[in-house]
């Protein structure tokens, strides 16, 4: 990492911790796991969100081994009406386990989706909630968190659900009104929530969208 990348790394942990969440920087995903995993004994519901940072980490199958419940809605075996079960159970489960589309130097986090299951667990119901987010996802301030959601965030998951949503062509947020938009709610932690107890962990590696 550079002294630059350090110094962007170091400025956005004070600022989240003065913010009142807990942050922490870690090398590696491995290091993540093994992080995450001090905070999870196996007796714990699991609650996973949408986030392809918390998959690429490798920590599903760990906490299979362990023999957590886990609510993991991406399990392709589960029934639509298993899908909705399994969002609703995230809301209350012991940990939740998500990252952010956007951390910023100035201590929040950015972040958007179409339903609302994860971003309503990252603020109330778990237990606890840890939040993994790569160094590709930290920014100056919310400005640029939102500019990152329209530029790469939310075009790259559109492209990896197919959709037909046209940031999928352009590459960059044409503000669509298509019943297939993904982008409908945007949540902006500005300081820890009153109830729940937040973890960020930032890796030194490129993760998710
Ligand atoms: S609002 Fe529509 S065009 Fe913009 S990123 Fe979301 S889905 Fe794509």
Same mark, same amino acid.
């Given at each position: 990492?550079?002294?630059?990348?350090?110094?962007?790394?170091?400025?956005?942990?004070?600022?989240?911790?003065?913010?009142?969440?807990?942050?922490?920087?870690?090398?590696?995903?491995?290091?993540?796991?093994?992080?995450?995993?001090?905070?999870?004994?196996?007796?714990?519901?699991?609650?996973?969100?949408?986030?392809?940072?918390?998959?690429?980490?490798?920590?599903?199958?760990?906490?299979?081994?362990?023999?957590?419940?886990?609510?993991?809605?991406?399990?392709?075996?589960?029934?639509?009406?298993?899908?909705?079960?399994?969002?609703? /159970?995230?809301?209350?489960?012991?940990?939740? !386990?998500?990252?952010? &589309?956007?951390?910023? #130097?100035? +201590?929040?986090?950015?972040?958007?989706?179409?339903?609302?299951?994860?971003?309503?667990?990252?603020?109330?119901?778990?237990?606890?909630?840890?939040?993994?987010?790569?160094?590709?996802?930290?920014?100056?301030?919310?400005?640029?968190?939102?500019?990152?959601?329209?530029?790469? /965030?939310?075009?790259?998951?559109?492209?990896? !659900?197919?959709?037909? &949503?046209?940031?999928? #062509?352009? +590459?960059?947020?044409?503000?669509?009104?298509?019943?297939?938009?993904?982008?409908?709610?945007?949540?902006?932690?500005?300081?820890?929530?009153?109830?729940?107890?937040?973890?960020?962990?930032?890796?030194?590696?490129?993760?998710?969208?």
């Amino acid at each position: 990492m550079t002294k630059k990348d350090e110094e962007k790394v170091n400025r956005t942990i004070s600022s989240l911790k003065d913010h009142g969440f807990e942050a922490i920087y870690v090398k590696n995903k491995d290091k993540a796991r093994a992080e995450i995993l001090k905070h999870i004994p196996p007796t714990a519901k699991v609650g996973i969100g949408g986030s392809a940072t918390i998959r690429e980490i490798g920590i599903i199958p760990r906490l299979k081994e362990q023999g957590n419940v886990i609510y993991d809605h991406w399990n392709e075996e589960l029934s639509p009406e298993q899908v909705l079960e399994t969002r609703k /159970a995230q809301m209350t489960s012991d940990v939740f !386990l998500s990252s952010t &589309n956007a951390l910023t #130097e100035s +201590g929040e986090l950015v972040s958007r989706e179409g339903i609302g299951n994860r971003t309503n667990s990252m603020c109330f119901g778990p237990g606890k909630v840890i939040i993994a987010a790569g160094t590709n996802k930290i920014v100056p301030d919310v400005h640029a968190a939102l500019k990152r959601i329209k530029e790469v /965030a939310a075009p790259l998951r559109n492209k990896s !659900l197919n959709t037909a &949503n046209p940031c999928v #062509e352009t +590459g960059v947020c044409q503000d669509c009104n298509l019943p297939t938009r993904i982008c409908r709610i945007t949540l902006i932690m500005e300081r820890k929530p009153v109830l729940t107890d937040i973890l960020v962990i930032v890796i030194g590696e490129n993760l998710g969208y």
